[in-house]
C-alpha cells in the first residue's frame, strides 16, 4: 500500500515536472533574452536624437532595443537572401574560416541554430525498436524511407533507412540501414517516440500520449 502510494507520488511528479519544467525554462530564457535586447533601448535612442529626432537628450524609449533588434534581424535576412547578400555572406564566412578560435565558435553556433531550425519530424514515418549499437541492445528509432539507388544496391532490397536519435537532444543521431526483418514497428505515434526519447525513457508511451493531448485541448 505505502509503496504504491510512493511509486504513484513520484509518477505525478515527474509528469508535473516534465510539464512545468519546460514552461518554466522558455518564460525564464524569454525574459532574460527580452531584458538583454530592450537595454539597448537608450543606445537606439540616442541614435534617433543624433539623427534628428525631437527627443530630450537621455530619454528611454520602451521597448525599442527589442523592436529595433527584430527589424536588424529582418533587414539582414532581406540582405541575404539575394544574389549580392549571399556573395557577401559567402566572402564573410571565407575571412571566419581564417580565424582559428572564432571558426569553432562560429560554425559551431550555425550548425546548432540550423539544425533546430531545420528539425522536422514530419519527415520520420514510423517508430521502430531496432537492436543498435549491437546485437542484445535495442535502441528506438524512426524510418525515413527505404534505401534507394547505390545503397539499395549494395544492402539488397527491403531496407530501410532508420534514424537512431540521442537522447536528450534528437536532431542528432545515427543513420543506419537495416532490413525490414530486423526493425519492430511500434504502436506509439512520431511524438509519442520523439517525447519518450527527449525525456530519456521517463514518459512512456501513455504518458506521452496525455500529455500531447493535453497540449491540443
Same mark, same amino acid.
Given at each position: 500500500?505505502?509503496?504504491?502510494?510512493?511509486?504513484?507520488?513520484?509518477?505525478?511528479?515527474?509528469?508535473?515536472?516534465?510539464?512545468?519544467?519546460?514552461? #518554466?525554462?522558455?518564460?525564464?530564457?524569454?525574459?532574460?533574452?527580452?531584458?538583454?535586447?530592450?537595454?539597448?533601448?537608450?543606445?537606439?535612442?540616442?541614435?534617433?536624437?543624433?539623427?534628428? #529626432?525631437? %527627443?530630450?537628450?537621455?530619454?528611454?524609449?520602451?521597448?525599442?532595443?527589442?523592436?529595433?533588434? @527584430?527589424?536588424?534581424?529582418?533587414?539582414?535576412?532581406?540582405?541575404?537572401?539575394?544574389?549580392?547578400?549571399?556573395?557577401?555572406?559567402?566572402?564573410?564566412?571565407?575571412?571566419?574560416?581564417?580565424?582559428?578560435?572564432?571558426?569553432?565558435?562560429?560554425? =559551431?553556433?550555425?550548425?546548432?541554430?540550423?539544425?533546430?531550425?531545420?528539425?522536422?519530424?514530419?519527415? @520520420?514515418?514510423?517508430?521502430? %525498436?531496432?537492436?543498435?549499437?549491437?546485437?542484445?541492445?535495442? #535502441?528506438?528509432? @524512426?524510418?525515413?524511407?527505404?534505401?534507394?539507388?547505390?545503397?539499395?544496391?549494395?544492402? =539488397?532490397?527491403?531496407?530501410?533507412?532508420?534514424?537512431?536519435?540521442?537522447?536528450?537532444?534528437?536532431?542528432?543521431?545515427?543513420?543506419?540501414? #537495416?532490413?525490414?526483418?530486423?526493425?519492430?514497428?511500434?504502436?506509439?505515434?512520431?511524438?509519442? =517516440?520523439?517525447?519518450?526519447?527527449?525525456?530519456?525513457?521517463?514518459?512512456?508511451?501513455?504518458?506521452?500520449?496525455?500529455?500531447?493531448?493535453?497540449?491540443?485541448?
Amino acid at each position: 500500500m505505502i509503496n504504491n502510494l510512493k511509486r504513484r507520488i513520484r509518477n505525478v511528479f515527474l509528469t508535473g515536472l516534465l510539464v512545468t519544467l519546460p514552461i #518554466a525554462l522558455t518564460v525564464f530564457i524569454f525574459i532574460f533574452l527580452f531584458k538583454n535586447l530592450d537595454a539597448l533601448s537608450p543606445t537606439f535612442t540616442r541614435w534617433l536624437i543624433l539623427l534628428g #529626432a525631437p %527627443l530630450p537628450e537621455g530619454y528611454r524609449i520602451p521597448f525599442l532595443g527589442v523592436i529595433m533588434t @527584430f527589424l536588424i534581424i529582418l533587414l539582414v535576412g532581406v540582405l541575404t537572401t539575394n544574389i549580392f547578400g549571399k556573395k557577401l555572406l559567402h566572402l564573410w564566412e571565407r575571412i571566419i574560416e581564417k580565424i582559428p578560435f572564432v571558426r569553432r565558435i562560429y560554425t =559551431g553556433t550555425k550548425q546548432v541554430v540550423k539544425s533546430i531550425a531545420t528539425a522536422d519530424t514530419k519527415s @520520420f514515418r514510423k517508430v521502430v %525498436l531496432i537492436e543498435f549499437p549491437r546485437k542484445g541492445i535495442h #535502441a528506438i528509432g @524512426f524510418i525515413t524511407g527505404e534505401t534507394r539507388g547505390e545503397l539499395k544496391h549494395l544492402t =539488397g532490397e527491403h531496407h530501410f533507412n532508420v534514424f537512431v536519435p540521442t537522447t536528450p537532444n534528437p536532431t542528432s543521431g545515427f543513420l543506419i540501414f #537495416a532490413d525490414s526483418g530486423e526493425v519492430i514497428e511500434l504502436d506509439m505515434t512520431i511524438e509519442e =517516440g520523439v517525447k519518450y526519447v527527449i525525456s530519456g525513457g521517463i514518459v512512456n508511451p501513455e504518458q506521452a500520449r496525455k500529455l500531447i493531448e493535453d497540449a491540443r485541448a
